[in-house]
């Protein structure tokens, strides 16, 4: 006489609940991949071929992250290399003007910017001449005072007669800018760039780059302006 095999209770819960919940284990794909089952169905589909889907799926998402994370990585690389270039050619500027074209070349060069603009705020008569924008105190806060009065960069678009102010007659053709106040001690300029696309630079843009250039000729041009 066969003793009868006890069921427990809990198993015999999970085998109605997924008896009676057929596709439970295809809603809930990551259970399959901790079940161990022996492979023994035939022509059937298994849940080992079903789970090896499932972890091939996972490998793919995941070797798509990893090659996401070395562009990442090789583009910070290069960001890196033209921004050490960057600040030795400031470092070893001799004077203003060599200040300013270094970054002007930088800016079009090496990161491929399309509009670029550095402008001086003072006594025009007496600012030293380089290929940067002059202009007084009072006609920059009359055309972009709400951009001199902000503590960091701002992005987006801007209006006609502010573009104009910052990028000249080139101003018409730019449609959307970041632009940073320069100050050490007191405001003496203004740093923007620039893209035709309205869309490129946007508010929400991280401007972690053009805040460090921005704080690198902070230390520097004032020593020039004097």
Partial sequence: ????????????????????????????????ESIVVSHDSGSAISLVERQVGI???RNKEMRGRLDNMLQTAHENDL?????????????????????????????????????????????EKKLPRTMARTSTMEKANEKVGTLLGANR????????????????DQG???GSVAAVPLRYDNLYGILAIGNSDPNFYKSSMGTL????????????IPHYLK
């Fill in 1 to 32: 006489m066969t003793t009868p095999t006890k069921t427990d209770p809990t198993e015999k819960m999970v085998r109605e609940y997924l008896r009676n919940n057929p596709t439970f284990l295809d809603d809930n794909a990551d259970i399959l």
């Fill in 55 to 57: 972890l091939r799926d």
């Fill in 79 to 123: 960001l890196f290399e033209k921004t050490k270039r960057l600040v030795l050619n400031l470092l070893e500027g001799k004077n203003l003007s060599s200040l300013v074209e270094a970054v002007y070349d930088s800016l079009g060069k090496d990161y491929g910017i399309e509009f670029y603009s550095l402008t001086l705020l003072g006594d």
């Fill in 153 to 168: 960069a701002v992005c987006g678009i801007l209006r006609e007669e502010e573009m104009l102010f910052l990028f000249g």
């Fill in 172 to 174: 018409s053709k730019v």
């Fill in 209 to 220: 780059f053009l805040s460090y250039i921005a704080e690198i000729l902070n230390r520097l």
